[in-house]
């Protein structure tokens, strides 16, 4: 057990975290972060290794260190200043994730760096809300390398309107811009109070909750017997025409540390579904991350004793300037599914069956009539969880690699010329079993614009698998209505709609446990 100081000391990191969190929500302008809190804040030492985070997006956060490290290595940082960079080959996971870092100075002294990561609803590219179909980075949207936004305190203006120049929604990116300051902002006064308080005492403690952490992973670990165990799931399309792409994973525990290799997994691919590396380290520290005890304190430390191998060029470690936009949040679940399949076989009673391993990626981009100001939507849709030994999978939730929240019907219908015509639980999609699947979800759209859509989702052929004899979960369906008649659409797709067009859809169920 931790002493009581340490105990108190992680829970006072953690808050300055969440405080972050709650600061950058509440500022923020778009329903993609002030709704759905698709954000993310965390606090790192002067090294960039990560010592604490907010209750956020474990895509984003598992990451983040990353970002934070080529922030330090390429901008040199003063007092008041903020790095702003995006690349997802330069530490970010996909280009509308922005991210934001900004060092803690004390008495002159640099002594920690906080940072946060927000997804704006449009960063520029070949489509409106920078989630397309796209074959290439440079599609994608506007690529941000470790630049400084903020510069001895105040927001470099020449930076801003390069940036606002590239997207559609320029007041609003600015908005949640503004709201990042201010986040790390708050960040850095709790972090400064913090040290008042603890004084010399707080790198020691921080290098105690590492270690702690560090601690309970190896426990964990060296429960697990050693040997081997595999398992392989695929990405069912990359939009291109190139299907059932494998993710292969190979887990070996060895005493108190384990080796997870996805270096057999299929080449990179055309389409938008490459995952760069830092998204393939985040979705493995996750899994390993739930097993440890609720309260057990998140940092770098827990991953210590966790190898992660993966192969340059393939779906999992993509080469510049391979798309990525669909790899943070399409391709991550399927990471975390394949991981967990691979677990099933030494953790029969822990492990649950696949969830519904997609994040159903709506973008939505038009003028609204109203204003004349054009708009833009983004949003991703819950659905079945999977079912474990002790329990059914919840139904109509985000899970694994996404923890944000719904968009509010209220809330959609005040911001953005649309009219929600269903939204509610996709009765019977999970798997059935001795513990069933959680039901998916529906969402049904209809337009009171012109507008362009786009849609990145899995699961629409290859279901949620069950275990141990359960029953796979419902795929998920997409359809366009047009003119009154329906039309079944791919997985992934982009397509004009007309005032009166809908869209509706159904996202899978989870798998069932026998």
């Known amino acids: 057990m931790p002493s009581l100081l340490l105990e108190v000391f992680k829970n006072r990191l953690s808050s300055i975290a969440e405080e972050m969190g709650i600061a950058l929500q509440r500022t923020s302008f778009s329903p993609n972060i002030k709704e759905r809190k698709d954000l993310s804040c965390a606090v790192f030492d002067r090294e960039g290794r990560l010592v604490a985070q907010a209750e956020h997006i474990p895509v984003h956060l598992?990451?983040?260190?990353?970002?934070?490290?080529?922030?330090?290595?390429?901008?040199?940082?003063?007092?008041?200043?903020?790095?702003?960079?995006?690349?997802?080959?330069?530490?970010?996971?996909?280009?509308?994730?922005?991210?934001?870092?900004?060092?803690?100075?004390?008495?002159?002294?640099?002594?920690?760096?906080?940072?946060?990561?927000?997804?704006?609803a449009d960063i520029g590219g070949m489509s409106s809300g920078s989630m397309p179909l796209s074959d290439s980075l440079f599609q994608e949207g506007l690529v941000i390398p470790p630049v400084k936004l903020v510069e001895k305190g105040s927001v470099r203006e020449d930076i801003l309107s390069l940036i606002l120049s590239n997207v559609r929604t320029p007041e609003e990116r600015r908005g949640d811009l503004n709201a990042q300051v201010m986040a790390n902002r708050v960040g850095i006064k709790r972090m400064v109070e913090l040290i008042e308080q603890y004084g010399d005492r707080t790198d020691a403690l921080c290098e105690e909750l590492l270690s702690y952490s560090e601690l309970l992973m190896r426990r964990v670990l060296a429960k697990l017997p050693d040997g081997r165990t595999d398992f392989e799931d695929f990405i069912e399309d990359d939009g291109y025409g190139r299907?059932?792409?494998?993710?292969?994973?190979?887990?070996?525990?060895?005493?108190?540390?384990?080796?997870?290799?996805?270096?057999?997994?299929?080449?990179?691919?055309?389409?938008?579904?490459?995952?760069?590396?830092?998204?393939?380290?985040?979705?493995?520290?996750?899994?390993?991350?739930?097993?440890?005890?609720?309260?057990?304190?998140?940092?770098?430390?827990?991953?210590?004793?966790?190898?992660?191998?993966?192969?340059?060029?393939?779906?999992?470690?993509?080469e510049?300037?391979?798309?990525?936009?669909?790899?943070?949040?399409?391709?991550?679940?399927?990471?975390?599914?394949?991981?967990?399949?691979?677990?099933?076989?030494?953790?029969?009673?822990?492990?649950?069956?696949?969830?519904?391993?997609?994040?159903?990626?709506?973008?939505?981009?038009?003028?609204?009539?109203?204003?004349?100001?054009?708009?833009?939507?983004?949003?991703?849709?819950?659905?079945?969880?999977?079912?474990w030994a002790?329990?059914?999978?919840?139904?109509?939730?985000?899970?694994?690699?996404?923890?944000?929240?719904?968009?509010?019907?209220?809330?959609?219908?005040?911001s953005y010329p649309f009219l929600v015509r269903e939204y509610s639980v996709r009765r019977g999609s999970g798997g059935g079993g001795f513990r069933r699947g959680g039901d998916g979800m529906v969402r049904e759209i209809e337009f009171l614009t012109d507008v362009e859509v786009t849609l990145l989702s899995e699961r629409r052929r290859i279901p949620p698998y069950g275990l141990f004899g359960g029953q796979p979960g419902e795929v998920g369906r997409n359809v366009v209505v047009r003119g009154g008649r329906e039309e079944l659409m791919p997985g992934k797709f982009s397509v004009r709609l007309k005032k009166g067009d809908r869209l509706r859809v159904e996202t899978p169920g989870g798998g069932g446990y026998a």
Do not use: W
């Open 62 to 120: 598992g990451s983040m260190a990353m970002a934070v490290r080529e922030a330090i290595s390429s901008v040199r940082m003063e007092e008041g200043d903020m790095v702003l960079l995006n690349d997802p080959y330069r530490g970010g996971t996909h280009l509308p994730d922005l991210t934001l870092v900004a060092p803690v100075f004390y008495r002159g002294e640099l002594r920690f760096y906080v940072a946060n990561r927000a997804h704006h």
């Open 243 to 318: 299907k059932d792409i494998a993710i292969r994973v190979n887990v070996e525990i060895e005493g108190d540390r384990v080796r997870v290799d996805f270096s057999e997994s299929d080449p990179q691919t055309e389409g938008p579904m490459n995952a760069v590396r830092a998204i393939t380290l985040s979705a493995t520290y996750y899994v390993f991350r739930c097993l440890l005890p609720e309260d057990a304190p998140t940092n770098e430390g827990c991953f210590r004793p966790v190898e992660v191998v993966t192969r340059k060029g393939t779906i999992l470690d993509a």
């Open 320 to 387: 510049f300037p391979s798309a990525v936009a669909g790899g943070n949040v399409e391709t991550s679940q399927r990471v975390v599914d394949v991981l967990l399949g691979a677990l099933s076989k030494l953790l029969p009673d822990y492990i649950p069956s696949a969830s519904q391993g997609t994040m159903n990626n709506i973008t939505v981009g038009g003028k609204d009539p109203k204003t004349g100001r054009r708009f833009t939507y983004y949003e991703t849709l819950g659905g079945g969880m999977g079912a």
């Open 390 to 414: 002790e329990g059914d999978g919840e139904s109509a939730v985000h899970s694994h690699m996404t923890n944000t929240m719904n968009t509010p019907v209220e809330a959609i219908e005040h």
